[in-house]
T-cell receptor, first 113, second 114 residues
Framework: ETGVTQTPRHLVMGMTNKKSLKCEQH?????MYWYKQSAKKPLELMFV???????ENNSVPSRFSPECPNSSHLFLHLHTLQPEDSALYLC????????????FGEGSRLTVL | AQSVTQLDSQVPVFEEAPVELRCNYS??????LFWYVQYPNQGLQLLLK??????LVKGINGFEAEFNKSQTSFHLRKPSVHISDTAEYFC????????????FGPGTSLSVIP
């Protein structure tokens, strides 16, 4: 138990569906992140939110839409995805100033048919 | 921009043998360095980190790493591995000027053989 909870753990969706991934942290952190983990590839940093403001957006396609309503919750809204978007999506949180110590959730395994 | 190379994608090692997982980084500015571990079906967990000071850093589960600035390396070592160390290991880097942006290497899969 890392204090970062992701739901759902597994998601299968068609290319025309709309779904959302949810992340919740119980650690009192003020920064949250989405990473994409694909087979045989390094983790890709997608988005960074610090104090609920997006501070990083690594050229992620617009079919991925993040939302951070408060410092404890982070969402990733998905629509019209492609099969190559199938991956493990990891949420992480940290405290700004605590260098590099990210706390990860267990991930949401996404399969796009 | 920073980048991380992990030369070994898979490392098999016998139980109780020593292991070294290699990591090299590239950066034009000073960096912070990290090793994370991912056990099957779990998220990543921080093993150790180098911020400054002593170049030999000790982490959890008996792991240690040594920062070598001249060789831009941060290799991870353990003198005697256990079956439970079987996992994916990721080296990561962040720049001092943007420490919230942690860049990960491709990972090394460590398999401990009984």
């Amino acid at each position: 138990e890392t204090g970062v909870t992701q739901t759902p753990r597994h998601l299968v969706m068609g290319m025309t569906n709309k779904k959302s991934l949810k992340c919740e942290q119980h650690l009192g952190h003020n920064a949250m992140y989405w990473y994409k983990q694909s087979a045989k590839k390094p983790l890709e940093l997608m988005f960074v939110y610090s104090l609920e403001e997006r501070v990083e957006n690594n050229s992620v396609p617009s079919r991925f839409s993040p939302e951070c309503p408060n410092s404890s919750h982070l969402f990733l809204h998905l629509h019209t995805l492609q099969p190559e978007d199938s991956a493990l999506y990891l949420c992480a949180s940290s405290t700004r100033g605590w260098v590099g110590e990210l706390f990860f959730g267990e991930g949401s395994r996404l399969t796009v048919l | 921009a920073q980048s991380v190379t992990q030369l070994d994608s898979q490392v098999p090692v016998f139980e109780e043998a020593p292991v070294e997982l290699r990591c090299n980084y590239s950066s034009s500015v000073s960096v912070y360095l990290f090793w994370y571990v991912q056990y099957p079906n779990q998220g990543l967990q921080l093993l150790l980190k180098y911020l400054s000071g002593s170049t030999l850093v000790k982490g959890i589960n008996g792991f240690e790493a040594e920062f070598n600035k001249s060789q831009t390396s941060f290799h991870l070592r353990k003198p005697s591995v256990h079956i439970s160390d079987t996992a994916e290991y990721f080296c990561a880097v962040s720049a001092e000027t943007s420490y919230d942006k942690v860049i990960f290497g491709p990972g090394t899969s460590l398999s401990v053989i009984p």
